[in-house]
């Protein structure tokens, strides 16, 4: 138990469908990250959320939208996924978004788009 | 070409056996992390860092920065080790630094 929570843990959605993906920290951290692994390929950082402004976006589609209403909270808004958005979506949560920073990772929503 | 590569791919030892995972890395970072993923995704950080070698329990983690190289040493390894071992390095400073992350060791150690 890390402390990050993500819900729901598995999610089947449909390419026309909408879905949000949440994140909850109770660690007291100050800065969020949404990450990406899909099969076979490294681990990709998607979003990166400092004292609730977004400070990173990494070339991310627009079909994937975050949120982050205050330091505890992160979603993720899908909208018009595709299916080679299958992929485990992970969440992290660290003090702050500097580089000494240690992260501490929820266990992940494997999301299948069919 | 990914600016991390990790080596082996695969590694399978018998338990009590000590293992080495290496990444290296081609260009300047300001830390690097190592992360174990369990089957199911749970991801956990095992170590960050930006110079010389740290230590925790049987696992010690080594960098080389001229080098551009660390491993992950696990000593006398256990069936519990089995997971996906992850090198990710950090490029830049503060605001916008990036993180990129290596393919992955699958270790599996057998009782």
């Known amino acids: 138990e890390t402390g990050v929570t993500q819900t729901p843990r598995h999610l089947v959605m449909g390419m026309t469908n909408k879905k949000s993906l949440k994140c909850e920290q109770h660690l007291g951290h100050n800065a969020m990250y949404w990450y990406k692994q899909s099969a076979k390929k490294p681990l990709e950082l998607m979003f990166v959320?400092?004292?609730?402004?977004?400070?990173e976006n990494n070339s991310v589609p627009s079909r994937f939208s975050p949120e982050c209403p205050n330091s505890s909270h992160l979603f993720l808004h899908l909208h018009t996924l595709q299916p080679e958005d299958s992929a485990l979506y992970l969440c992290?949560?660290?003090?702050?978004?500097?580089?000494?920073?240690?992260?501490?990772f929820g266990p992940g929503t494997r999301l299948t788009v069919t | 070409k990914n600016e991390v590569e990790q080596s082996p791919q695969n590694l399978t030892a018998q338990e009590g056996e000590f293992i080495t995972i290496n990444c290296s890395y081609s260009v300047g970072i300001s830390a690097l992390h190592w992360l174990q993923q369990h089957p199911g995704g749970g991801i956990v950080s095992l170590f960050m860092?930006?110079?010389?070698?740290k230590k925790h329990g049987r696992l010690i983690a080594t960098i080389n920065i001229q080098e551009k190289h660390s491993s992950l040493h696990i000593t006398a390894s256990h069936p519990r080790d089995s997971a996906v071992y992850i090198c990710a390095v950090r490029i830049g400073w503060g605001f916008g630094n990036v993180l990129h992350c290596g393919s992955g060791t699958q270790v599996i150690v057998l009782p």
């Open positions: 860092l930006s110079s010389g070698k």
């Open positions: 959320y400092n004292f609730k402004e977004q400070t």
């Open positions: 992290a949560s660290s003090p702050t978004d500097a580089v000494s920073s240690e992260q501490y």
